[in-house]
């Protein structure tokens, strides 16, 4: 009689029932259906792009994240500007009072120039090391104290500028003015001499530029000399200029120059959405109204001008701040924007969540039921082959 052999159809049936008692384990213990792509390919595809997503928006999170406490801290300083402004503002209407007295004015323009201090603190302020106002110029302070004239030393020991001195080809010059709030960039082309950076100066003060008055010369030294009466801050990369540094005893009291630039830094905080993370200076105390030169010309009013003239500059200083409160518009909608974003980033995160989970996550409770299965069938199995197996080969071997 011939004997069925049993052994490969138990075999097989052994190894599947492992495999789903190990597939209902892994399920339990990780809480996901899928472990591994070949348990579903189609939920696995889809879980790889709902990761990419994710992992974007964690980008785009962690960059709203380092830039708000900047855009946070400038939105802070504009209001101490404000406070200061107005401030100025109450001092300089009782100085055109013409019921002060003139050491009252003096005491005035003392509280005054402290709000000019603390303006230029405000303007200077920065987070973790970045310059708020500065533009893209972020590393160091955009406004510094002005002077009058810049010397330069020589081009090289022994050898005086002169005015048909050729300057180095791409080097640049820039000259940023207390008064107007302007800076004047000159950037040398093959050929260019001082005298030709002398006219762009002159072109300067006639556009407005640089203040009346700013002009370039070659003094005793043979060196060059840029001076000005409302104080300027010079710089130059020019070899044959040599590095400018200011006169001695030149300073002008409470005149600060920007040194910054009008661009701008920005970032991606979503797909098609990009916030200015730093402003520009200019744009902020110069545009429209040179707050810091309306400051000054009010503590000059209130040191030793007349009623007339203290009102007159305390109506610059009411221009300046309606100024201040325009450029402030564009950082405050940013703020918003940023907020806002942070609020959608927050809730994608939440949904591609739930998505994943929905991909690849599994019922615990029917998890656990099918591991029960799992159990139950294995152990049958297993007990079919215990008696299976060796019945049949003590009967092959008789």
Request: net charge negative.
């Amino acid at each position: 009689m011939r004997v069925a052999n049993m052994v490969p159809d138990l075999q097989y049936a052994m190894q599947q029932s492992q495999q789903a008692l190990s597939t209902a384990l892994q399920q339990v213990s990780t809480g996901l259906r899928v472990n591994q792509p070949s348990d579903d390919p189609a939920a696995s595809a889809n879980l790889v792009v709902s990761l990419a997503a994710t992992a974007q928006v964690d980008r785009y999170t962690s960059t709203i994240n380092t830039v708000s406490p900047l855009m946070q801290t400038a939105d802070s300083a504009i209001s101490s500007v404000v406070t200061s402004l107005n401030t100025a503002i109450t001092n300089g209407t009782a100085g055109a009072s013409g019921t002060e007295t003139a050491a009252n004015r003096q005491t005035l323009a003392a509280q005054v120039e402290s709000a000019l201090g603390s303006v230029v603190a405000q303007a200077n302020t920065s987070f973790q090391g970045v310059y708020a106002f500065g533009g893209s110029a972020t590393a160091s302070p955009p406004f510094v104290a002005a002077s009058t004239t810049y010397d330069s030393a020589l081009g090289s020991v022994g050898t005086p500028l002169s005015t048909t001195t050729a300057l180095t080809a791409g080097s640049v010059t820039t000259i940023s003015d207390a008064a107007t709030g302007d800076t004047m960039t000159f950037k040398a082309a093959a050929g260019d001499t001082i005298a030709t950076l002398s006219t762009a100066i002159s072109n300067a003060v006639a556009a407005g530029t640089l203040s009346a008055g700013t002009n370039a010369t070659i003094n005793a030294a043979g060196q060059l000399s840029i001076g000005s009466t409302s104080g300027i801050v010079v710089s130059s990369n020019d070899a044959s200029l040599g590095s400018m540094t200011a006169a001695a005893s030149s300073a002008v009291p409470n005149a600060y120059a920007y040194v910054g630039n009008s661009s701008f830094n920005t970032v991606q905080v979503g797909d098609s959405a990009n916030v200015a993370t730093t402003m520009s200076g200019s744009q902020f105390f110069g545009s429209g109204t040179n707050v810091i030169g309306a400051l000054n010309g009010l503590i000059t009013a209130l040191q030793s001008g007349t009623s007339a003239q203290i009102a007159t500059a305390t109506t610059a200083v009411s221009t300046a701040l309606n100024n201040v409160g325009q450029q402030r518009i564009p950082l405050d909608n940013a703020i918003s924007q940023m907020t806002s974003q942070e609020s959608y980033l927050g809730q994608e995160t939440v949904t591609l969540t739930a998505r994943q989970t929905s991909l690849v996550g599994v019922n615990l409770a029917d998890a656990a039921t099918n591991l029960s299965q799992a159990e139950l069938t294995n152990s049958a199995v297993l007990a079919a082959a215990a008696k299976v197996i060796p019945q049949t080969l003590l009967d092959f071997l008789k």
